[in-house]
């Protein structure tokens, strides 16, 4: 487990904010090579074969998207201070006094999201909207127009760590938790014969609409696709029915457009192996990548394997190693069953 | 200097639980002047200097900080927990903390912003609403590593940014107690006090009993104070600048200082070209209100840091204050002695 804590913490510190996950990407890269070809796609995806599809095989892709939530800088004042938008959905009522690094092309530059101080905001409870927030990063007007650029990415200042019980705290574990699952699949059928291809995925661009998985499947058209995310976990405030539980294994995704025998199949590898899993049942669309790879086109039969994850979206986002490593077995089981043809 | 604030910033002391900054104060101090602990947990120094001064001094700076205390701990392996002194409820969400004396991580979630309503995503949930998770799976196991009472830390980073600034935890006060230390290592002209107090965030209880221990004639809280010279707050508002210089109160919400001390400390600053400013509003209050009124009284004086963010994870304090509020301390001692 400890390889697992380790993979999943490293990819977490790493950066690769919406549109800019060329950080993140270099890492995954490197941990891919060892297992099988690796390329980059036009819009920044991170493609490893395993195994290159023959003839007339089915051909498996594992999806899972290398990009972060944070925000990208959009106007700089006469003070030096900063006023950014969202890339993706950020929750606007942590960032008040959250430390954060501005990533510029040349260096990276720490900052503080301005807080509203006690003696203006005694009883007031309103989140400002994005475009009301400043981020001082400590510079005179002159000096941030010349170190940084519009178009540069923010992140939330958070380093990985360890809680109780094998779980992890950090940024970005949404979703690079799946991205650990997946190089952990790799590791996992390192030396083994593959009853067919197979491609890890690693798409960008997923929080602000999934245009890197949409593109690379195209790219691949694979007959088959599993896509890897994360999901609610259970926590006090949230709503339990919409909420799976952490360290309970992964969360397999019943909907209208993912396939029922793959996601039978992801069922039964899990029962045969002794890997526990939860349902997650969604009515419509699930808001994954899952929606834009099953319509690739001429259709790939798609399922979903989500880790649960409490504090989705924020800088300290909560996973089980242990639901990373069974979602991996359940991969590595599904593809050693033999059964995807 | 930036290393010690550094170092005594990263030390958990949140109010009625100073140890291990006074432990720390201590090893820096020791050997250079007398030092004792009082009932309340004070660190009280008295040092000699060439001359027996005319009037008692006393310099103060609080070494708690604000935090959270553990109330309970639920079956589901979360915790609940009180304020130390003033946080405000957006400052907590999301943030990282450590716990008790082991420093147990625990983070404060809040639940997806996927399933919060338009209007849950634009109001702040209520305090005593956030919890806390450190990863436990049920109450007993929560209570291994948490006892009730134990109090909890924001664990932020340190960090030299911008122009010469520094961001991180405790800033208020533990630049304020730096700076004291600094004077203590220093050669003084007069003999001084020094209290590092307990319990200011949570009303100054420290400051009361070390004021009256001491007895100063004059008294001088050494303190942070808020800087809003942030965009969107109104000129009248900015109550003083980063990069201003120390700031001197003539009045707070807690004490209507001495005017004439008041008059000196802007005079001297002028006199030797040290950049200074007045507290532009009454807003805030800190421990010269205790040191004020304890046993028949003394005159205070407040000298601050420009802090933007207080009581946050993150104050900010820029270096060039920091120098020139030493140079003031030290340029003032003599004449408040001698007043």
Not at chain 2, 169 to 186: N, Y
Request: aromatic share 4%.
């Amino acid at each position: 487990m400890t390889t697992t804590m380790e993979l999943i913490k490293a990819l977490s510190n790493a950066v690769g904010v919406a549109g800019r996950e060329n950080k993140a990407a270099q890492l995954a890269a490197r941990l891919l090579e060892p297992y099988g070809k690796v390329e980059t796609t036009v819009l920044g995806s991170v493609i490893c074969t395993l195994q290159a599809p023959k003839q007339g095989q089915a051909h498996l892709l594992l999806d899972a998207h290398l990009d972060e939530i944070g925000m990208i800088v959009s106007y700089i004042d006469e003070k030096g201070f900063l006023t950014v938008s969202n890339c993706g959905g950020v929750d606007r009522r942590l960032l008040s006094a959250a430390q954060v690094v501005v990533h510029t092309k040349e260096e990276d530059l720490y900052g503080v999201v301005c807080s509203i101080p006690p003696h203006l905001s005694s009883d007031s409870d309103k989140v400002a909207k994005i475009e009301d927030l400043h981020i001082d990063v400590g510079l005179s007007g002159i000096q941030a127009k010349q170190r940084i650029a519009l178009g540069d990415r923010v992140t939330i200042l958070s380093t990985a760590r360890e809680l109780i019980g094998e779980k992890i705290c950090g940024k970005a574990l949404d979703n690079r938790a799946s991205c650990a699952a997946l190089i952990r699949t790799a590791q996992l059928l390192e030396g083994k014969e593959l009853p067919c291809g197979v491609s890890i995925l690693l798409s960008t661009m997923e929080e602000v609409g999934g245009q890197g998985a949409k593109t690379a499947a195209y790219q691949l058209m694979p007959t088959h696709a599993v896509v890897v995310d994360v999901s609610f976990a259970h926590t006090p405030d949230a709503p339990r029915h919409k909420c799976g539980d952490l360290n309970k294994g992964p969360m397999i995704g019943i909907a209208p457009l993912l396939n029922k025998q793959l996601t039978e199949l992801l069922q039964a590898v899990c029962q045969r192996e002794g890997i526990p899993f939860q349902s997650e049942v969604m009515g419509g669309e699930t808001g994954t990548n899952a929606d834009a790879i099953a319509v690739t086109g001429a259709g790939v039969k798609t399922a979903m394997a989500s880790i649960p994850q409490r504090y989705m979206h924020t800088p300290i986002e909560v996973v089980s190693a242990q639901d990373v490593e069974d979602t991996a077995r359940l991969l590595a089981g599904v593809i050693l069953s033999g059964e995807i043809a | 200097m930036i290393n010690l604030i550094e170092r005594l910033s990263a030390l958990p002391g949140v109010s009625g639980d100073e140890d291990a900054v006074r432990s720390a104060i201590i090893h820096e101090i020791d050997g250079i002047a007398p030092w004792r602990v009082d009932a309340l947990g004070n660190l009280i120094v008295e040092k000699k200097g060439k001359k027996t001064p005319k009037n008692k001094l006393l310099f103060s700076a609080h070494m708690d900080e604000v935090g959270l205390i553990i109330t309970a701990a639920e079956s589901s392996g979360m915790l609940r927990f009180a304020t130390v002194g003033g946080i405000h409820t957006a400052a907590l969400i999301g943030k990282p903390v450590r716990i008790g004396t082991d420093g147990i991580t625990g983070v404060i979630g809040t639940k997806a912003v996927h399933l919060q309503s338009g209007e849950e995503r634009d109001k702040l949930p209520k305090l005593e609403d956030l919890y806390l998770d450190i990863g436990a799976d049920s109450k007993e196991e929560a209570l291994e590593k948490v006892r009730l009472g134990d109090r909890a830390v924001f664990d932020s980073s340190f960090l030299c940014f911008g122009e010469d600034c520094i961001m991180g935890k405790a800033l208020d006060d533990r630049a304020g107690c730096t700076l004291l230390i600094e004077m203590i290592r220093s050669e003084l002209e007069y003999d001084c006090a020094f209290s590092f107090t307990v319990q200011e965030e949570t009303g100054t209880a420290g400051a009361k009993t070390a004021a009256y221990q001491l007895q100063p004639e004059i008294a001088i809280a050494v303190e942070t104070t808020t800087a809003s010279d942030i965009p969107d707050v109104g000129e009248h508002k900015t109550v003083c600048q980063v990069g201003g210089g120390p700031v001197v109160s003539f009045m707070d919400k807690g004490t209507i200082y001495d005017q004439e001390l008041y008059r000196l400390a802007m005079e001297t600053a002028r006199e030797h070209g040290i950049l200074a400013q007045p507290k532009a509003g009454v807003y805030g209050g800190n421990e010269a209100r205790s040191l004020q009124t304890a046993a028949a009284g003394a005159r205070v004086l407040a000298i601050s840091l420009p802090c933007r963010y207080l009581h946050s994870p993150a104050c900010m304090l820029k270096q060039s204050d920091i120098n020139g509020t030493r140079e003031l301390l030290m340029a003032l001692l003599p004449r408040l002695a001698q007043l």
